[in-house]
T-cell receptor
Framework: GQQVMQIPQYQHVQEGEDFTTYCNSSTTLSNIQWYKQRPGGHPVFLIQLVKSGEVKKQKRLTFQFGEAKKNSSLHITATQTTDVGTYFCAGFGGGTSYGKLTFGQGTILTVHP | GAGVSQSPSNKVTEKGKDVELRCDPISGHTALYWYRQSLGQGLEFLIYFQGNSAPDKSGLPSDRFSAERTGGSVSTLTIQRTQQEDSAVYLC?????????????FGNGTRLTVT
């Protein structure tokens, strides 16, 4: 079945440093979504990417979808303490996958002031 | 309500007992998901509903787990003869469209502890 791998599992940065998390799927994806989960909270939707090679920006966050639609990345420029949390990618395989969204294991980001 | 509502928020049960978890999705959302999250872990897919039907039950860990959705709205996840390994946070999410086309809106989850 479809698997979504996410690396790294943990990332510790100093405030102001950049951060990147990578997501790789075992199969071609129809689309990919990114979520952020604050400590003690539930996942909150950030963005959806649909097109091959798509790049989207939200302030200091840059999201990319690979040309082959099998990988994606989230890059945060100049991290702030408010960026702390776990970042998940979630892939939809399309076709006979019906509506199943498979989540990666997440990257836990810690930001030291 | 404004968001996805789950109840109870916390449930402590003895091994071997049955539990029922409830999810009230956002009104008008056609698709509903159940995920399980163990401490510090990712989200494990359990089941997906489109309307009242469940085209994908592939994530249910065993036949002790079942779920239903009635009236295209409320969903219940039932775990029979609970085991300690069932301890986790059970998250429900609803979305306007199926097939991954729209964002998932998550509830706050039910924290299940099996003693």
């Amino acid at each position: 079945g479809q698997q979504v791998m996410q690396i790294p599992q943990y990332q510790h940065v100093q405030e102001g440093e950049d951060f990147t998390t990578y997501c790789n799927s075992s199969t071609t994806l129809s689309n990919i979504q990114w979520y952020k989960q604050r400590p003690g909270g539930h996942p909150v939707f950030l963005i959806q990417l649909v097109k091959s090679g798509e790049v989207k920006k939200q302030k200091r966050l840059t999201f990319q979808f690979g040309e082959a639609k099998k990988n994606s990345s989230l890059h945060i420029t100049a991290t702030q303490t408010t960026d702390v949390g776990t970042y998940f990618c979630a892939g939809f395989g399309g076709g006979t996958s019906y509506g199943k969204l498979t989540f990666g294991q997440g990257t836990i980001l810690t930001v030291h002031p | 309500g404004a968001g996805v509502s789950q109840s109870p928020s916390n449930k402590v049960t003895e091994k071997g007992k049955d539990v029922e978890l409830r999810c009230d999705p956002i009104s008008g959302h056609t698709a509903l998901y159940w995920y399980r999250q163990s401490l510090g872990q990712g989200l494990e897919f359990l089941i997906y509903f489109q309307g009242n039907s469940a085209p994908d039950k592939s994530g249910l860990p065993s036949d002790r787990f079942s779920a239903e959705r009635t009236g295209g709205s409320v969903s219940t996840l039932t775990i029979q003869r609970t085991q300690q390994e069932d301890s986790a946070v059970y998250l429900c999410a609803s979305t306007l469209l199926g097939r991954g086309q729209s964002p998932l809106h998550f509830g706050n989850g039910t924290r299940l502890t099996v003693t």
